[in-house]
């Protein structure tokens, strides 16, 4: 019987032997997820992209300052046919012609990489309250245990606040309410 490629990772986590394997599964696992997010993107993302990697080169900058500077040349020097004389409004206009290109496909590519973080830290969220809920859950055992053997420290309320189940929305309101106070602004009441 085969394993799907959806069962291997889990087959990869069971046969890891050191944290160096863990390790390792982890990586391949994300490299995977940001294999499939570039293979799925849209053409115009793909084309921002290239754009915005190449506009961000030193190429680039080498490349504009040999044409600003043939270009100025070619009409500030005596004896020739000047196209484009002093203050140089053609250069200009084709310089900010190329800005509000260069500026959207940059704002492309910035969405595109917006909306991989926003996966990323969805995924992030997700994991770690995967491992709150663990955490939580591994407390209570470990309470149970300790009530079991008669070995309890009696009512901790450390204890007793850690076993309790985390909510995000309430983690949520607490977070905002904190950034409000701490903007000077007043609590917002309930609707």
């Not at 160096?20 to 990586?27: E, F, L, Q």
């Not at 809920?133 to 079991?148: F, G, N, P, Y």
Request: charged share 20%; hydrophobic share 45%.
């Amino acid at each position: 019987m085969s394993q799907s490629a959806t069962d291997q990772p889990q087959a990869d986590y069971r046969s890891a032997k050191t944290m160096a394997d863990v390790t390792r599964h982890n990586i391949q696992a994300m490299r995977k997820l940001e294999e499939l997010a570039l293979t799925q993107r849209s053409f115009a993302d793909r084309m921002a992209a290239f754009v915005a990697k190449f506009c961000g080169s030193i190429i680039f900058v080498w490349v504009h300052v040999l044409i600003f500077a043939v270009w100025i040349a070619f009409n500030v020097l005596p004896g020739l046919q000047h196209f484009d004389p002093y203050p140089f409004t053609f250069l200009t206009l084709c310089v900010s012609l190329e800005a509000i290109f260069l500026s959207a496909f940059i704002l492309i590519s910035q969405n595109y990489e917006m909306r991989i973080s926003e996966r990323r830290n969805q995924l992030d969220l997700q994991i770690n309250l995967l491992a709150e809920q663990e955490s939580t859950k591994t407390l209570q055992l470990l309470e149970a245990v300790a009530r079991k053997l008669g070995v309890s420290e009696g009512n901790d309320p450390e204890i007793a606040a850690l076993e309790q189940a985390t909510r995000p929305d309430k983690l949520a309101r607490q977070i905002e309410k904190a950034y409000r106070e701490d903007a000077g602004q007043p609590a917002q009441t309930k609707p």
